[in-house]
């Protein structure tokens, strides 16, 4: 019986390292296409994102590809912690987005990491994508600064670019009516004064024979009109 076992167990020996090498070859396929997608990222956003491909395979020199070195590394460098988090649980969030980070020299860093596993659902590599916000800070200030506008004038609309057409004058003397429990004719004389003051008030005083559209809908004069804006 050991003569009979002795090629079984050397045959099943050699079964497992076939299945391993076969493993190792997919996983290296594997990684390799997803470092030309890192190359491809990091030459899309020159100067700006840094993509790092990590081998997770070999934590201790885990980068395998940096495109836009913004972080001083280099290939060969260790894994990072969420690296080692993937290796010893495989069930460690695949994809982790936007959240904050920071370069050595202090720079803000929004990152996202995305974790690559094989046929067996074990992590085997992480590609990492850094984006320099520090750069995008001065724009986004400069960009504030353009389309902010004075606070004294932030609560009411001074102006209207826009005409105001008999139709919308309507739907806006009903809807303020409506507001008010009523419709236009209905409304007392204080709610008439101030539902006009408030046509007034958003620019609707601007077009052309506003004022007798108005004046035809509440039931009143023209001049009466002219009166409630008083």
């Known amino acids: 019986m050991n003569e009979d076992a002795g090629p079984e167990g050397r045959g099943g020996t050699a079964a497992v390292t076939a299945d391993s090498a076969a493993g190792a070859d997919t996983e290296g396929h594997l990684i390799g296409e997803v470092e030309r997608i890192a190359v491809a990222l990091g030459r899309m956003f020159p100067g700006l994102c840094e993509v790092v491909l990590h081998d997770l395979r070999d934590p201790r020199h885990a980068i395998r590809v940096i495109e836009n070195n913004l972080s ?103 809807a303020l009516a409506a507001e008010r429990a009523g419709t236009p004719r209905s409304l007392s004389r204080q709610d008439k004064r101030e539902l006009v003051r408030q046509l007034h008030r958003d620019g609707f005083f601007d077009s052309r024979d506003a004022a007798q559209t108005i004046a035809d809908l509440l039931g009143v004069s023209r001049a009466t009109v002219y009166n409630y804006t008083k």
């Open 72 to 174: 001083g590394r280099r290939v060969g460098d260790s894994a990072t912690e969420l690296g080692l988090a993937r290796i010893a649980d495989p069930q460690y969030p695949s994809v982790i987005q936007n959240y904050p980070n920071r370069f050595p020299d202090g720079r803000p860093v929004k990152s996202t990491s995305i974790g690559i596993r094989n046929a067996a659902g074990e992590y085997v590599a992480a590609l990492c994508l850094n984006l320099d916000v520090s750069v995008l800070s001065p724009v986004t200030l400069a960009l504030s600064n353009l389309v902010a506008t004075e606070a004294e004038h932030r609560e009411r609309t001074l102006e209207s670019l826009r005409d105001r057409n008999a139709r919308e004058l309507r739907e806006a003397v009903e």
